[in-house]
């Protein structure tokens, strides 16, 4: 079954260090990857996304990802994360444009 | 620069009740959708569209109908609420070039 897995569901880094948020996918072909940050009241907002070519993708505010194939990982990654990088991030992923699945999500914490 | 309205925001019906929530974008995409998020699951699609006067069924569809008659318009009714209702609901839609989805800020409805 198609399944979109984001094993940790609460993370708390300090100011100024470095981030990694996992994801992980169940998929017959490679899919589409996404990654969207949700602030608190506020919808979902696309951070990156990878559809083919070069495997390590650049997103907005700093953050960047990397499709491994051979892990069917999507992990997303930041070398500082900032106060206001505080918000919950989902992964999603899709062989299709409307397979769309998203993972249940991490909430991150940045302590001062 | 609306992009993507949903009203109401916030609702309280009682069991048996029934509404509409009312999607608008301004960015003449075709696809829309139709989630709902509850706590540790992420966002599942309830239904979705592929241009105006279609509609399909996504992955959680009971108790819910929809309807595009208008481009710009994606209903979401509930013809007769239950507590397992209870939900925030996103709408949006979808640059098709990019793949990449478009929220708006969320409906939070509570069934009693």
């Known amino acids: 079954a198609q399944s979109v897995t984001q094993p940790d569901i609460h993370i708390t880094v300090s100011e100024g260090a470095s981030l990694e948020l996992r994801c992980n996918y169940s998929y017959g072909a490679t899919p589409y990857l996404f990654w969207y940050v949700q602030s608190p009241g506020q919808g979902l907002q696309l951070l990156l996304k990878y559809f083919s070519g070069d495997t390590l993708v650049q997103g907005i505010k700093g953050f960047e990802a990397e499709f491994k194939r051979s892990q069917s990982s999507f992990n997303l990654r930041k070398p500082s994360v900032h106060w206001s990088d505080a918000a919950e991030y989902f992964c999603?992923?899709?062989?299709?444009?409307?397979?769309?699945?998203f993972g249940a999500g991490t909430r991150l914490t940045v302590k001062p | 620069n609306a992009g993507v309205t949903q009203t109401p925001k916030f609702r309280v019906l009682k069991t048996g009740q029934s509404m509409t929530l009312l999607c608008a974008q301004d960015m003449n995409h075709e696809y829309m959708y139709w989630y709902r998020q509850d706590p540790g699951m992420g966002l599942r699609l309830i239904h979705y569209s592929v241009g105006e006067g279609t509609t399909a069924k996504g992955e959680v569809p009971d108790g819910y109908n929809v309807s595009r008659l208008k481009k710009q318009n994606f209903l979401l009714g509930l013809e007769s609420a239950a507590p397992s209702q209870t939900s925030v609901y996103f709408c949006a839609s979808k640059r098709r070039e990019t793949g990449e989805l478009f929220f708006g800020e969320g409906s939070r409805l509570t069934v009693l």
């Open positions: 999603a992923v899709g062989t299709r444009p409307n397979d769309m699945r």
